[in-house]
Nanobody
Framework: QLQLVESGGGLVQPGGSLRLSCAAS????????IGWFRQAPGKEREGVSC????????NYADSVKGRFTISRDNAKNTVYLQIDSLKPEDTAIYYC?????????????????????WGQGTQVTVSS
């Protein structure tokens, strides 16, 4: 069974940090660009960051640039999202997803429809 599982979410104070993980089972992530998305209550899901399958290209939403860092460890079949300087507006459910439609050196978070496999999400809550 093909599955993506996110973990690492939790309750953190403003200014704190978290590292989210996206682990795959039943398939390898090597051939996929991976994206992180989030959905806050009452808002549409938005793209946060992505990384190409070869790890050489990354993209970030303007709202998270300089605070979020995406990385991948293909040997562990896992993609990470390091989140620093957390703000209350970062509160959301965070999802990872795979994209097989793009070249190995490219990724984009502009079109969510190209992402096929999705995890169940992990909750991040930023509050004092």
């Amino acid at each position: 069974q093909l599955q993506l599982v996110e973990s690492g979410g939790g309750l953190v104070q403003p200014g704190g940090s978290l590292r989210l993980s996206c682990a795959a089972s039943g398939f390898t992530l090597d051939d996929y660009a991976i994206g992180w998305f989030r959905q806050a209550p009452g808002k549409e899901r938005e793209g946060v960051s992505c990384i190409s399958s070869n790890g050489g290209s990354t993209n970030y939403a303007d709202s998270v640039k300089g605070r979020f860092t995406i990385s991948r460890d293909n040997a562990k079949n896992t993609v990470y999202l390091q989140i620093d300087s957390l703000k209350p507006e970062d509160t959301a459910i965070y999802y990872c997803a795979t994209d097989r439609s793009v070249a190995y050196y490219y990724c984009s978070i502009k079109i969510q429809g190209t992402y096929d496999y999705w995890g169940q999400g992990t909750q991040v809550t930023v509050s004092s």
